[in-house]
């Protein structure tokens, strides 16, 4: 089945220590998108890929990395910058950067400091 | 400033009646809206699209609507069942072709 695999799906991070989320697609999709979810709030988008070895910082992008090296890979650093990371992370893709098209989810990382 | 509002954090509704969930928007000029269902603990999954120039769209038990002079999208479901419980998301694109932008959402309990 096509989709998008996002590991681990509990990561715990102690302070000062830099963090990767791992997301993966098999839908042959251009776009990639990561978003952060907290508790009562909408998806905020941290940074997205249109295509490969390009990305874009969405709004709240600082303390955060990505890097786009492959086309099913979209892997999202958190990095000791980002003070508060306690959240959950969405992987997202769609078949081009529009907003037309509709975006696949993975079913997310739950990020705690220990 | 841009403002994305789902009507309401909580909405619960007997079972068998229709839910309304309403989507306002300020500042944007989208040529689509979406939406989406999410259940606790996992992704969003996308239901409907709907363009600017489409009144309305329907999905089996599903039915949304676009008034672009209200800047606003409604969202039913008729016959609604427990099933249905989750939290459910609108979001647009603030204009062409920038990244979608998604509301809070309303968490629909259905109660039998």
């Known amino acids: 089945d096509g989709g998008i695999t996002q590991s681990p799906k509990y990561l715990f991070r102690k302070e000062g220590q830099n963090v990767t989320l791992s997301c993966e697609q098999n839908?042959?999709?251009?776009?990639m998108y990561w978003y952060r979810q907290d508790p009562g709030q909408g998806l905020r988008l941290i940074y997205y890929?249109?295509?490969?070895?390009?990305?874009q910082k969405g709004d709240i992008a600082e303390g955060y990395s990505v890097s786009r090296e492959k086309k099913e890979s979209f892997p999202l650093t958190v990095t000791s910058a980002q003070k508060n990371p306690t959240a959950f992370y969405l992987c997202?893709?769609?078949?081009?950067?529009?907003?037309?098209?509709?975006?696949?989810f993975g079913d997310g990382t739950r990020l705690s400091i220990l | 400033s841009q403002k994305i509002e789902q009507n309401s954090e909580a909405l619960n509704i007997q079972e068998g009646k229709t839910a309304t969930l309403t989507c306002n928007y300020t500042?944007?000029?989208?040529?689509?809206l979406q939406w989406y269902r999410q259940d606790p603990g996992r992704g969003p999954v996308f239901l409907l699209l709907?363009?600017?120039?489409?009144k309305e769209k329907r999905k089996e038990r599903l039915k949304v609507t676009f008034d672009t002079t209200l800047k606003q999208s409604l969202f039913h479901i008729t016959a609604s069942q427990p099933a249905d419980s989750a939290t459910y998301l609108c979001?647009?694109?603030?204009?062409?072709?920038?990244?979608?932008?998604f509301g809070k959402g309303t968490r629909l309990s259905v109660i039998a």
């Open positions: 890929s249109q295509i490969v070895n390009d990305f």
């Open positions: 709907i363009r600017e120039n489409e």
């Open positions: 500042n944007y000029s989208p040529a689509y």
């Open positions: 997202a893709s769609s078949m081009r950067q529009d907003s037309n098209q509709p975006q696949h």
């Open positions: 839908l042959n999709h251009d776009a």
């Open positions: 979001a647009l694109a603030r204009f062409g072709n920038t990244p979608l932008v």
